[in-house]
């Protein structure tokens, strides 16, 4: 079960923060392998239970999850997302950083199904290469948040 962890530090303060990533519709602007995210019920608002069809390209090959918001809590979300090849549990916990801005620490954990199982520690280089370019475009998105 790969797991990879990376924190980002905005000046944005932690509810703008918290707002803008607990709506997983955003991930294509956060996100570097996200193709699309859009809400599977676009009337149903955001809180636990909100569920978004997720396309990403992983590996040169497009896959598609379904995303649904497991917690949400002041300091902490939990979006997992599954499909018949793996599941994505995402965890996000947020603490205020120096001068009024915050710090994400962010995990990704992904369980792999079948005969996709099989493959999952060739995938361990691949997970890291994504997580980087994860944090590059977490990081360049949440500085465009506004900081007061």
Request: glycine content about 8%.
């Amino acid at each position: 079960m790969p797991t990879v962890t990376r924190t980002v530090t905005t000046p944005a303060p932690l509810d703008v923060v918290r707002a803008y990533l607990r709506d997983f519709g955003n991930a294509p602007e956060w996100d570097a392998g996200t193709i699309s995210c859009d809400p599977v019920d676009p009337s149903t608002p955001v809180a636990v239970g909100k569920q978004w069809t997720n396309v990403s390209e992983f590996r040169g090959r497009q896959t598609t999850l379904t995303y649904t918001l497991e917690a949400d809590e002041p300091s902490r979300l939990r979006i997992v997302g599954r499909n018949k090849t793996v599941t994505s549990e995402d965890e996000m916990t947020f603490t205020g950083a120096d001068g009024g801005g915050t710090t994400v620490s962010y995990t990704a954990t992904f369980t792999f199904h079948g005969a996709a199982k099989l493959a999952t520690p060739l995938m361990l280089t691949a997970l890291k290469g994504l997580a980087d370019a994860a944090e590059r475009s977490l990081g360049d998105a949440l500085q465009k948040l506004p900081a007061s």
